[in-house]
Structures are given as structure tokens and as C-alpha cells.
């Protein structure tokens, strides 16, 4: 493998350790799929890799993804509305009151 290719794989595991929720990897498909494509691009002595570069490109693409993705979802959790609400506590939040309504039953005040 070349010099980056276990760290990014490393991290590569680590944020698919994250999605699937498992502590074995070898049951995530596609970390053994990953796997099998970092071996068959390693080079060799007896062969030359010319896709070495396009695989390590590939790879942080993808990690940049699924990190992109994660911290996506955690940012929508945290900001994520809690339904609507009504007129009045809308008004609260934001310091403003509203004017109490009208009604026929309270005592109209003394005209002068």
C-alpha cells in the first residue's frame, strides 16, 4: 500500500464503524469491499499500479462524503425545529407581546 493509503483506510473504517453502529468491521460490505480494492491496487514488485493515485483519490473522496454526511446529519439533529408553534410564543421568543383580545364579557372602562 503507499504511505497515506492505511490512514485513509483507517479513517474509512472509523466513519463506517459510525453508520453501521458494529465493532466488527469484516461484517460491513463495504469496508470489505474497500478492502479488497486497496489490495488489488497495491503496488508490487512484480507489478505497477498506474491507478495507485485514481484509488487514493477515490478513497478521500469517498471519506470526505461520509465525514460531509455525518456531520450534516448531527448539525440537522441539533438545529432540527420542534413543530409549529403558536402566535403567542412565537412573540415570546423573540420579546414582543400581544395585545389582549377582545372580549364581550369583561367590563368596558368608564367613557369621559
Known sequence: M?????QILRSLAKELKAIYKKDNLQEIPTYTYLQDQFRYFQV????????????????KTYLCYLESARKLEELSSQYR?????????????VGLKLPKLYSEDEP???NQ
Not at 425545529?81 to 421568543?93: C, K, L, M, P, Y
Request: hydrophobic share 25%; net charge neutral.
Open 44 to 59: 508490487t514488485e512484480e507489478k505497477i499500479c498506474r491507478a495507485q493515485q485514481e484509488v487514493n483519490h477515490v478513497a
Open 81 to 93: 425545529g420542534r413543530g409549529d408553534r403558536s402566535v403567542e410564543s412565537s412573540a415570546n421568543i
Open 2 to 6: 503507499a504511505s497515506k493509503s492505511p
Open 108 to 110: 368596558q372602562p368608564p
